[in-house]
């Protein structure tokens, strides 16, 4: 019998080094935001409408043209390989199994062309903006020539904030795990502990390009034609200007509670952000982000608009336990979950959530 997601977190953080757990648990400053999106989540309830035929219920759906076996998705985080030794290709091969798309970070731990080669579902590959220009466009095209479907660029992290778990553990990447993808000189900061200090922060001081802008956007236009998606975003006047900017699906998200602390969190967000798409009438994706531990979380997100949702920690919990079959066995367990809300709540397709199907959960801006 499967286990239930809280049972995956219990066996991962027995499993995991300590310092390791920290760096997949933790969150920022006062890490009030790692339960504010699982509050307003919880807050929210659901308003099921009865005499509806569900006797076939289909989760599947489309997300930016990709097919998926439900509104799910897997988000990018970085080095797999500090849960299992298979590391993102295990995560691939789960993803796949389960039907579902997998983010993979720029910092994976495997590289784009052997997941590419292990998963059977769609990929997007997930950016920061370095300062080296050059190492971003090679690895655009390595991710374009592999198959890789759409572009996510995290603009929520200039720098990584200031993780208190981490800088107690003077947290570094092992010397066996390595951002593959990346050449060597541009990841040593990443490496090597220091008493009182996060390495991964140094290291995205260090190569993270915090200058940027929306008039940079046009230079990765110009780089590729895949889509562009971006992640963090968490205004109306953003998403505003994202849908100016041609984007093409936005990722409504917190970090998993990990950059800014007492912000507004994601799931209180996403009205705005999927008003402010309508508003403009763009052909814009909104996914939420963060905090999602139940299949009910999917049905609330839906209702509010979103057109998917992503998972994270829970993914890596899976791998954590038992590799490919763990992370399968995560996302499948989400998804039966996810099923069953569909037939309670008279709603047999995903496009089926009206945004009278759950309670008001935020007040406005
Ligand atoms: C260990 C870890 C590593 C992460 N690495 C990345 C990353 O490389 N890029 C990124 O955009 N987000 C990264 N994130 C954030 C996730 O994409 C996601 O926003 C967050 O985990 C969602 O919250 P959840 O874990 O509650 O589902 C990471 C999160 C964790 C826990
Ligand atoms: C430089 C690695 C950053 C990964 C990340 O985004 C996170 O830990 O949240």
Same mark, same amino acid.
């Given at each position: 019998?499967?286990?239930?997601?809280?049972?995956?977190?219990?066996?991962?953080?027995?499993?995991?080094?300590?310092?390791?757990?920290?760096?997949?648990?933790?969150?920022?400053?006062?890490?009030?935001?790692?339960?504010?999106?699982?509050?307003?989540?919880?807050?929210?309830?659901?308003?099921?409408?009865?005499?509806?035929?569900?006797?076939?219920?289909?989760?599947?759906?489309?997300?930016?043209?990709?097919?998926?076996?439900?509104?799910?998705? /897997?988000?990018?985080?970085?080095?797999?390989?500090?849960?299992?030794?298979?590391?993102?290709?295990?995560?691939?091969?789960?993803?796949?199994?389960?039907?579902?798309?997998?983010?993979?970070?720029?910092?994976?731990?495997?590289?784009?062309?052997?997941?590419?080669?292990?998963?059977?579902?769609?990929?997007?590959?997930?950016?920061?903006?370095?300062?080296?220009?050059?190492?971003?466009?090679?690895?655009?095209?390595?991710?374009?020539?592999?198959?890789?479907?759409?572009? /996510?660029?995290?603009?929520?992290?200039?720098?990584?904030?200031?993780?208190?778990?981490?800088?107690?553990?003077?947290?570094?990447?092992?010397?066996?795990?390595?951002?593959?993808?990346?050449?060597?000189?541009?990841?040593?900061?990443?490496?090597?502990?220091?008493?009182?200090?996060?390495?991964?922060?140094?290291?995205?001081?260090?190569?993270?390009?915090?200058?940027?802008?929306?008039?940079?956007?046009?230079?990765?236009?110009?780089?590729?034609?895949?889509?562009?998606?971006?992640?963090?975003?968490?205004?109306?006047?953003?998403?505003?200007?994202? /849908?100016?900017?041609?984007?093409?699906?936005?990722?409504?998200?917190?970090?998993?509670?990990?950059?800014?602390?007492?912000?507004?969190?994601?799931?209180?967000?996403?009205?705005?952000?999927?008003?402010?798409?309508?508003?403009?009438?763009?052909?814009?994706?909104?996914?939420?982000?963060?905090?999602?531990?139940?299949?009910?979380?999917?049905?609330?997100?839906?209702?509010?608009?979103?057109?998917?949702?992503?998972?994270?920690?829970?993914?890596?919990?899976?791998?954590?336990?038992?590799?490919?079959?763990?992370?399968?066995?995560?996302?499948?367990?989400?998804?039966?979950?996810?099923?069953?809300?569909?037939?309670?709540?008279?709603?047999?397709?995903?496009?089926?959530?009206?945004?009278?199907?759950?309670?008001?959960?935020?007040?406005?801006?």
């Amino acid at each position: 019998m499967a286990l239930a997601l809280h049972a995956y977190e219990a066996a991962a953080k027995e499993r995991l080094p300590g310092p390791v757990w920290d760096f997949f648990a933790g969150g920022s400053g006062t890490e009030s935001m790692l339960t504010a999106g699982r509050k307003a989540l919880d807050r929210m309830q659901l308003r099921p409408r009865c005499l509806v035929d569900v006797s076939h219920c289909d989760p599947r759906t489309r997300l930016l043209g990709s097919d998926l076996a439900a509104p799910l998705a /897997v988000a990018p985080m970085a080095y797999h390989r500090l849960a299992h030794p298979e590391g993102e290709v295990a995560t691939a091969r789960a993803a796949g199994e389960a039907g579902v798309l997998l983010t993979v970070s720029m910092f994976a731990s495997r590289t784009l062309e052997v997941i590419a080669a292990a998963a059977s579902g769609p990929l997007w590959l997930q950016l920061y903006w370095l300062r080296n220009r050059a190492v971003m466009r090679d690895l655009i095209h390595r991710a374009e020539a592999a198959g890789y479907r759409a572009l /996510v660029l995290t603009v929520d992290a200039p720098r990584v904030a200031t993780r208190p778990r981490d800088a107690r553990n003077g947290w570094a990447i092992p010397p066996d795990i390595r951002a593959v993808n990346l050449p060597e000189e541009t990841m040593s900061a990443s490496h090597g502990s220091r008493a009182g200090e996060s390495a991964i922060a140094r290291h995205s001081r260090d190569q993270f390009d915090s200058s940027i802008t929306w008039a940079d956007l046009a230079w990765l236009r110009e780089t590729t034609s895949l889509p562009l998606v971006l992640k963090g975003v968490l205004t109306a006047e953003d998403a505003e200007l994202a /849908v100016k900017h041609g984007v093409s699906a936005l990722i409504v998200s917190n970090h998993g509670g990990r950059q800014l602390d007492f912000a507004r969190s994601a799931p209180e967000c996403l009205t705005e952000i999927v008003e402010a798409v309508k508003a403009a009438d763009a052909e814009c994706q909104v996914v939420l982000d963060g905090a999602i531990r139940h299949g009910a979380d999917i049905a609330k997100a839906l209702c509010l608009g979103a057109d998917a949702v992503m998972t994270g920690r829970p993914a890596l919990w899976g791998l954590a336990h038992s590799g490919t079959e763990g992370v399968t066995a995560v996302l499948r367990h989400l998804m039966d979950e996810f099923e069953e809300v569909m037939a309670l709540m008279g709603a047999p397709t995903p496009t089926d959530f009206p945004r009278t199907g759950v309670t008001q959960p935020t007040c406005p801006h």
